[in-house]
């Protein structure tokens, strides 16, 4: 389906609709304005069907999830093309507005999971994001545990979990599962427990591997 972008270049020659804005930058308001009807758009049949039939026409989820964007542009009173431009250097212009970045960061999510749940289909799609709910809470309960440690231990941790993160892909693995980081989180709070901060602690990689993970995703930490 064309964008309206398109047909209004058609209506004016190919030449800008002066009376759209196209200059300068988009304010908050303007911005979680597009946010609130894009996830709105999204939610609706209709367009889950157009991003569906993109996909089986062998074209780019994203392509058709940008045409909306460029239609809801047009109803604000915005160049499609400069509000794409402006959705570029939101991330610049707005860096210090907490509150927006989030709704920003929430947005590029949904399309996100807009475009994958039309690549995937509506029940691997479901399957999936049972899996990432699950993962998330995994995450919030150990995140929840390590807060029960002084804030210097607590930074060890994360030192440590991003160096085994990076031995594991250095080595040509794939990047270490929620599982793993359970199992790496639930060894160092056991070590913690019974020996303290591990920031004295010499670590060196157990080859050796373990139930349900790859071999040598379980550290060893000596003392």
Not at 147 to 154: I, K, L, N
Request: some cysteine; aromatic content about 10%; overall charge negative.
């Amino acid at each position: 389906m064309a964008s309206y972008y398109n047909w209004a270049g058609g209506i004016f020659g190919g030449q800008p609709n002066l009376d759209l804005q196209s200059e300068g930058m988009l304010t908050k308001e303007q911005l979680l304005q597009l946010f609130r009807d894009f996830s709105s758009v999204l939610d609706q049949p209709e367009t889950k069907s157009r991003i569906a039939d993109a996909i089986k026409d062998e074209q780019e989820a994203v392509n058709v999830t940008t045409e909306i964007q460029e239609e809801l542009f047009l109803k604000m009173g915005v160049d499609p093309k400069f509000g794409i431009e402006c959705l570029g250097k939101v991330n610049t212009v707005y860096s210090d507005d907490r509150d927006l970045m989030i709704q920003f960061y929430q947005f590029v999510s949904r399309e996100e999971m807009a475009c994958e749940e039309a690549e995937l289909g509506p029940e691997a799609f479901a399957r999936k994001m049972e899996e990432v709910k699950k993962s998330q809470q995994q995450q919030r309960g150990m995140l929840q545990q390590l807060r029960a440690f002084p804030v210097d231990q607590q930074q060890a941790f994360f030192q440590m979990l991003q160096s085994k993160m990076h031995e594991v892909q250095s080595e040509g693995g794939a990047a270490m599962t929620t599982q793993e980081i359970q199992e790496f989180f639930q060894h160092q709070q056991t070590l913690l427990q019974r020996k303290g901060s591990p920031s004295s602690q010499q670590y060196t990689p157990d080859n050796s591997g373990t139930s349900g993970t790859r071999p040598g995703s379980q550290p060893k930490f000596y003392g």
